[in-house]
Structures are given as C-alpha cells and as structure tokens.
C-alpha cells in the first residue's frame, strides 16, 4: 500500500486539497484532504469520482505526424524546425500558441517565456480568457494590478454573501457548502442570489433578484447611487485610498439614479430592488461574490468594476468578510495569470507596456528577444488564423473547436492553419482530428506541479501513478522544443522544482513591493521543501513566509497614485440585439457533474446519470409560443450555427431567455456544441467573448420516432440523425432519433449491435402503427445489446435494462419482460439519478418521501445517505421535498 498522496483536484478554480490512498488490492481511492485550507475535507461530485476517470481508455499515449505514429525525437524535431522555418518565413507573430487553465504553473512559466522571449511574440492565449478576462481587466482598472482582495475565509465571517452571475452550489459546490454551513452557524447571515435563472443555488437564497439578462451593471450602479444618498460613502477611506468617484456618482445619478429607475430596466419588483440595496447598505461585513454571469459579456469589465466601485464606496475591502471576489473557473486560471500566460500580460504580473518591466524581464530570462505590444486575444487570433496570419499553432490541453464561440469558425482556422500541434492526454477530440502533430502529455495523477485557486493559495498537484506509455510533461515538451531551437542554455531544466524556483524568483526580481505578485519568499525551497509545500496565500516574501489572506488592509494600492480608482461604467447595449427572426436570448454554462468538454468526467458513469442529454431549458410560455414539448427534440439556430437538444421546459427560466450547457460536442452528440451558436462579440477591455447573450430561434425539431440503444461495446451512430452517447454503469446508452423511419428496423441495426450473427441469438417485436420497435442480441443467453423506439420520447425508463446486464443469463420471463418494455418483477427502476455520491434514484427517494414522512433533507440523508457526501444535489432534494408535501 502506498503512503497517502496529498494532491489538489484538477477541476475547478475552489482549488479543493485531495487525499489518494490506495487499497491493498491496488484500488485508488480518492477522499478530500480535511487539512486543506480550501476545502478542509470537502469534495464535490466530480472530485468524488476522481478514481473513476483514471483509466487509460481513450488516451493519447505516444507522438504522431499526420496520424502516424512516431518517435518522441521525431516529433519534437519536426516541431521545432516548422516553426524556426515559420518564423523565418513570415516574422515572429506567424506562430501562436493557445493554452489552458489546466496547465501547471510551471508548464505555463516555460509556455510564455518561450512565446514571449525567445519566439518574440505575445501571440499566447489561453482558455482563461474565456472565463475570467473580465475580472482581471477590472482589478488592473481599479486596484493597478490584477489582485484578488480577499480569501474563503470571508464567507464565515460575512454578515451578506451577495451570489452575482455564479450559480454557485452547481459551478463552485464546496464554496457553496462552505456558505451553507455559515448560514446555519450563524442564522444573522443572509444570502442574495442575482441571476435571470431560479437556480439550485437559489436553494439557501433569502433574496432572489432575477434580472433581465445583461443589466448588472444598472443594478450595482444604481446601489452605488443609493449608497451614496443613503450616506453610507465611507468618506474617510474614499478621501485618502480612491480617486474618481465623483465622475462615477455623476454617471450613476444618471444611468441608475433611483429605484425605480432601477426596478424598470432590471425588470424587477420595486421591493426586490430596495430591500437588496438596504441590506448592503447597512451591512458592513459584505462579501460580492461573482463570477461567469458578470464575466462572459461585451460589457464583463465593466460590470466587474461597478461591483468593485460599491465596495470602494462603502471601504468594503480589505478587512475580515468583506469585498469583491471573483471565482474563477479553472484550477490554474490564477496560476496562468501570475506567469503572464495572456496575450495582454508580460510575466509575473509585470506590464507589456511599460518599459522598465520588459527590460528586466528580459535581463531576468537573457532572452533574444522581448515583446513590445501585447498580442492577439482568443477570438482575434483565431480570427487572424482563419485569414492565413498565423502559420503555425500550438494548442495545449484545451479543445478550442469546441469552447470558442462561433465554433464552426474555429474549425475552419484549424483546417486552414499549415501547422497545427497538440499537446493533450486525450486521443480523439474535436480539436485533435485538425492536428498536425500530437504530443502525449501527462494528465492528473501523473504530473507533478503548483497551481494556485481562486484566494490566491499555492497548492500542489502530485503524481500517485505511473507515466503511461511515451507521455510527457507538458514543461518538459515546451523545453526540449525550446532547446531545439536554440535556447537550449534557457531550458536546461531538470526538473520542474526549478522552474517552479525560477517563476519565484522572477515575481520577486527588482520588485520591492512595487507588484502584487512576489512568492520569492519560496524562490530558494530545496527540491524536498518544494514537494512538501503547504498550500500557501500570496504574496510569500522573505519577510512574510506564512504568506497573506487578505490585500490592500493598508489602503495602498498598484496605481501611478497608489489609490484605487472609481471607474465610470458605460451603460450595456447588447452587440447582438434579439430580432423578429431571432426572439430569444441565449445563455450558456455548466451542469452539476460535468466539466468543460467531458473529456475527463464523460468517464464516470455515475457523473452522466444526473444529467444525460444536452438540453435547452425554456419557460412554458415560449414552450407554449413555439410549439415545444417537454422531451422532444429542439433545433436551435442563430445566425453563427445549429443545435439540436432536448426541451426542458422549466419556470425557473425567464421568458424570452434559453438555457444550454456548454459540454457536449462531437464526441458525445451528432449536434449539441452550443457555441456553434454563440456569437463571437467580446469584450473591448479584456476580449473575454459575450457567452451570455446571443439572439436564437427555436423549432420543433421533425422526429419521426424517439428511442436508445443499449450497448456493452461503443457503436457508430452514422444511420442516426440525432443521437447522444451517455457512459453506464456496465454499459453504453445512446440516445437516438431520426427524421424518417426505416424501411427495416432489423436490416439498419443488427449488423451494428451484433459482432457475430453465427454465435448470437436475435429477438424482436415491432408495431409499425406506433413506431415502436425493440430487438435485442444476445449471446451465450447473455444481453448483448438491445434497442428501444416509440414516436413518443417517453418510453420505458433505462435503469431497470441496464441492471439485466449484469445478469450471466436472461430467462425466458426477462426475455418477454424486455421485448414487452415491462418492469420485472424481480427488478426495481431507480429511476434518475439525483445523488451522484450514493446513486440515489428519484423514484427511491419519492418513495421513501412518501412512505416514511421524511420532511427535511437531512431526514433523507439518515434514510438513503443522499446528500450525505458532497452536498450538491442538496438543493434538488429540497425541491423533490417541496413538490411531494406542499
């Protein structure tokens, strides 16, 4: 038995610690670290299932050339000697790379000195632009550098947690708890939750605004207006730590100069509106948390700073449960900015535009070459691939083709550029299928590195398992290409240790309290204090070691004047208006228990059972206007794409606004990548694109029938127009549907479930009348596969079907039961999934509702341990208790 391996989990930006033990059998198992700061033993769903996704099914395990398989040498020769040819050729901004918020530190250290030093262009992006430009845009505009003011720490000590644009308990679980455990240990703090969506976070809400998509900013510079008149300016810190608030009162005053005013554009209730701006008027210990819903705008920055100028107002900042606070999406979003890891930054929070910073950066990395001017933002540089600028890419642990709004766009730059190289761990995705050269990288578990989350804290990732196959390091890659092109006394590392020494030293490098970033304090750890780091706030100096919780408790800030500025806020104008052809608004995020493009969770069979299916959610009055049924396929369109998913129809939606989630694409579904609709508009402060507002039409989408396929092996669905893949228990689900019937169900679909006609048994019974159709294949009297079709999308539950898998043969009852779509006897339907941790149905818990009077979610938790574990789906168990008992 190995000792247990203290690592950090790989998805979101909460940086939740991770426990790995491993039984005497060999069997991981994954619990979280009670003494890590961020979660202190917490995990969500997907951490919980973190051993569930280890397997190497599915992965990339060696380099290859145009789908030849090569040796490591080979690969990194060729990628080196296209891109010195490249640069040569066409200048230094011919080449580009796009990188990851689940990149290590380390790996993004090398990735942005290489761009920015040695290649000599700012061309390298990342994922994170996706996700939290916005805010970093907004803290540079206010505090003069990109600083997140306070820790998780302040969710305790809040008076008011004010939840804007984040649904939290979804997105972000372990915050959530964290604030649900607050409430009850203190009954005086109250929850406001400002979202167009009634969400699961709306669970522990004592307020719920439900604004009209895109008018944040109105409400918050109309609480920065009432804040004002309600005398609660705290003119002591205004005077001596901000400079500019008259310019944005006066702009306030203007664009939101009463509640009224407020309550009219927002589309809210007068009281709604008041009631929120009393509480955070006298509520001092208040924390803004916020995150996609401000972020993902044409006018994110924006909204982020009036936030930011409410909290400046009122000397919110600064100081134990209160400020604003940006979570981020991705494990290493923070990390990626401490590096420089966007096309608009230099490195260790220095600036491209200011001379000073370039010189030393340069004298710090004895680089060729230093950029002058930052580069090209995510969309624009797809933008410029699309028109042949750029030659070569190189795309690392992301899957831009299915992220990037405008995604058939994206697609078409890929297919275009001369050189496209991909470093992932994954083997087929929607990106890989354009590469040029594929570099197998290490993934979670293997790689060994830093990340830092959302409160500033340090934390390490650490290797449990073996590498696998010729996969390597990401930092190792970037290095040996560097070295083969030259630079081989800059990336003469050895370890990642040093780098991660190196990244310390730099953040510290004529610094003096002039940046926010510096962890030189860590710059000389020995190679073992470095894997025995402790998750660590920074900044960490020489003379901090402990490291900082909170910024800017002394009033200085990063500014020329060393004050933080007010920053005037223009009022929103969508970049894309809805129209007669395009009625409805669009907006797009995360489920429960999948992250970004599944290529990581689409393994754990109990993550895609809560939610199966992409799907657009829609309030009945649309449902009604458009002729929609609940359950029945949708063809989406805007003017950049098409999906087709399955209607939701749902009152937590607002009228005239659609839900979809962002993670399904090619390899998952025939047609659910959602930002083939979204349009490419973007931010003009931090180009982070407007994922929240795109104008869409809907239609009934023209089934003929309805059914799903139930498969021990992965099948082609070429012969289906639509279908969706979900991972099972024992086996794979497809969900299916098609325009027109077949002329034989028999002759389209046996060949595809059977291997071997001779050596497997076929049953079927068919009702042309009702499109009903179902076969199975059996062999050995054991199930094989079977499918299901009816013109109704409500046909028989899957849980039951999938649990006669696992017997070693079907009787003769089994048999008929199958082909009659009729529960056994012996059999109990669970049906869907609400408790991921324990598999917990909503039939069982309905059940034990009802047969045993449970009231409260904790009375469920004792009968069938439902939410129990992570707490996620808490707030569906309230539901469920709802609608049973009122």
Not at 11 to 20: A, E, K, S, T
Not at 64 to 85: C, K, N, P, S, Y
Not at 128 to 157: I, N, Q, T, W
């Amino acid at each position: 038995m190995m000792d247990a391996i203290k690592t950090t989990c790989p998805y979101c930006g909460v940086g939740c610690g991770v426990l790995v033990t491993a039984t005497p059998t060999g069997e991981l198992n994954v619990k979280g670290d009670p003494e890590h700061p961020a979660n202190f033993g917490r995990l969500c769903s997907k951490g919980a299932a973190l051993a569930e996704t280890l397997s190497l099914e599915g992965r990339l395990l060696a380099p290859e050339i145009d789908g030849q398989v090569v040796a490591m040498d080979t690969a990194l020769d060729h990628v080196a000697r296209e891109f010195i040819r490249l640069r040569d050729s066409y200048g230094t901004d011919s080449i580009a790379f796009y990188v990851s918020g689940q990149l290590l530190t380390e790996d993004y250290y090398l990735a942005n000195k290489l761009m920015k030093g040695f290649i000599g262009s700012a061309n390298i992006d990342t994922n994170s632009r996706l996700c939290m430009s916005s805010a970093v845009a907004g803290h540079k505009r206010a505090f003069g550098s990109d600083s997140v003011p306070g820790c998780y720490d302040d969710l305790e000590r809040a008076k008011l947690i004010t939840l804007a644009g984040s649904n939290t308990a979804w997105c972000h679980p372990v915050l959530y708890q964290r604030i649900v455990a607050a409430k009850k240990q203190n009954p005086d703090l109250m929850v406001v939750v400002i979202d167009p969506r009634r969400t699961a976070t709306c669970d522990i809400a004592d307020l719920h605004l439900p604004i009209k998509p895109g008018t944040d900013q109105t409400l918050f510079n109309g609480l920065l207006n009432f804040c004002e008149q309600s005398g609660e300016r705290n003119h002591l810190y205004v005077s001596n730590f901000t400079e500019g608030v008259e310019e944005a009162l006066k702009h306030a005053r203007q664009s939101a100069g009463s509640i009224a005013a407020v309550a009219e554009l927002c589309q809210l209730d007068h009281d709604l509106v008041e009631r929120f701006y009393k509480l955070f008027a006298r509520s001092e210990r208040a924390v803004t948390l916020f995150s996609q819903g401000i972020n993902q705008w044409s006018s994110g920055t924006d909204r982020v700073n009036a936030i930011i100028n409410c909290h400046l107002l009122t000397g919110r900042i600064g100081r134990p449960g209160m400020g604003p606070f940006s979570i981020t999406g991705q494990p290493n979003a923070m990390g990626g900015r401490e590096v420089g890891g966007l096309a608009n930054q230099l490195a260790a929070h220095m600036a491209i535009e200011n001379p000073e910073h370039r010189a030393l950066t340069q004298a710090f990395w004895q680089s060729p070459y230093i950029i002058e001017s930052e580069g090209l933002k995510a969309v624009e540089m797809f933008e410029a691939i699309h028109a042949g600028k750029i030659k070569a890419l190189w795309v690392m642990a992301t899957n831009p083709a299915v992220s990037l709004p405008d995604a058939t766009r994206v697609r078409e730059a890929l297919q275009k550029c001369e050189l496209v190289v991909v470093s992932d761990c994954v083997r087929q995705t929607d990106t890989t299928q354009y590469a040029d050269v594929l570099l197998p990288a290490l993934t979670w578990g293997e790689r060994s590195g830093s990340v830092t989350n959302s409160e500033r804290c340090v934390s390490r990732q650490r290797a449990f398992l073996p590498t696998p196959g010729e996969a390597k390091p990401d930092w190792w890659m970037i290095a040996e290409v560097a070295r083969r092109m030259g630079h081989a006394a800059q990336f003469n590392y050895a370890s990642v240790h040093e780098i991660f020494s190196e990244h310390a030293r730099l953040s510290g490098y004529e610094n003096n309290g002039s940046r926010d970033f510096d962890i030189s304090g860590l710059s000389e750890l020995t190679a073992q204090e470095y894997e025995g780091l402790p998750p660590t706030q920074w900044p960490v100096t020489p003379q901090n070691m402990i490291g900082t919780a909170r910024l800017f408790a002394d009033g200085k800030f990063f500014t020329p004047s060393g004050k933080a500025r007010f920053i005037t806020t223009a009022t929103w104008q969508a970049a894309t208006p809805i129209t007669s052809d395009y009625p409805l608004v669009l907006n797009t995020g995360r489920v429960r228990d999948h992250w970004h493009t599944m290529t990581r969770t689409g393994k754990a069979a109990r993550l895609s059972q809560h939610i199966a299916e992409p799907f657009i959610e829609l309030h009945p009055d649309d449902a009604t206007r458009f002729g929609i049924q609940d359950k029945h396929l949708v063809e989406v369109s805007s003017t950049w794409g098409r999906a087709v998913v399955r209607a939701v129809i749902s009152d937590a939606q607002q009228v005239g606004s659609v839900f979809i989630p962002i993670h399904w694409n090619n390899q998952f579904s025939a047609s659910a990548c959602v930002d083939e609709l979204v349009n490419p508009a973007a931010d003009p402060f931090s180009g982070q694109p407007e994922f929240k507002h795109t104008p869409v039409r809907i239609v009934p989408y023209a089934a003929s029938w309805y059914g799903f396929i139930l498969s021990r092996r992965k099948l082609g669905m070429q012969a289906f127009d639509y279908w969706t893949l979900v991972q099972d228990k024992s086996v794979w689900r497809y969900e299916i549907a098609a325009e027109s019937l077949p002329a034989q169900w028999s002759v389209l679909v046996k060949a595809g479930l059977c291997q071997d006609e001779n050596s497997e048994e076929w049953i079927e019974y068919s009702d042309k009348a009702q499109r009903r159709y179902r076969a199975a294949c059996l062999r050995e009297g054991k199930l094989e596969a079977c499918i299901f079709t009816d013109a109704s999308p409500d046909i028989i539950e899957r849980d039951w079907l999938s649990q006669l898998f696992s017997d070693e043969s079907l009787s003769q009852p089994q048999r008929n039961a199958l082909l009659a779509g009729s529960l056994p006897g012996a059999v109990h339907d669970h049906g869907p999934i609400i408790c991921s941790c324990y598999a917990i149905g909503l039939t069982t818990i309905q059940e034990a509702i009802t047969s045993q009077g449970l009231t409260t979610v904790d009375a469920i938790g004792q009968a069938l341990r439902a939410g129990t574990n992570c707490g996620s789906c808490k707030p569906e168990l309230n539901r469920i208790i709802k609608e049973i008992t009122e």
